[in-house]
């Protein structure tokens, strides 16, 4: 984790590089958050729905955001954060979370933050407000 003296606008946190989305992946996020949405984990729903395959749970990538955050800072000092959904992450897609300082004021961070794929497409962004005092 950062000390939080250490935090400054600019400052990169590190990024967080999550292995391919697997079925079994989906699968257990289904039921651990109770998000059973068929387009997520049956094909052949997902392709009567007009896709190629199953896709991950845009609440999947939010929670890998929220472990890049705590990896960083302690959970304590997360004020607020918020996503946009932007594009589906695909199976097998191994997605990387990042974020940045963009103001400090008044002992509180705002970090912009970004989940994207290989290909560079962004699937998510993202801000949260951290305590940095």
């Known amino acids: 984790m950062t000390a939080t003296s250490e935090i400054a606008v600019g400052t990169e946190l590190p990024p967080l590089r999550i292995e391919p989305i697997s079925r079994a992946t989906l699968a257990l996020f289904a039921g651990a958050s109770g998000d059973h949405m068929p387009i997520h984990i049956d094909i052949d729903a997902a392709k ?4 190629d395959d199953v896709f991950a749970h ?3 990538s939010m929670a890998y955001l929220g472990r890049l ?4 800072v302690p959970q304590e000092k997360i004020r607020s954060y918020r996503v946009r959904f932007a594009a589906i992450t695909p199976l097998h ?3 990387t979370c990042t ?7 008044d002992g509180v961070a705002t970090v912009a933050l970004t989940v994207s ?3 560079g497409t962004v699937t998510l962004r ?4 951290i305590d940095v005092r």
């Open 48 to 51: 009567a729905a007009g896709y």
């Open 58 to 60: 845009g609440m999947l």
């Open 69 to 72: 955050l705590t990896d960083w």
């Open 93 to 95: 897609a191994e997605p």
């Open 99 to 105: 974020g940045r300082v963009t103001a400090i004021d």
């Open 117 to 119: 794929l290989a290909d």
């Open 126 to 129: 993202g801000e949260a407000t």
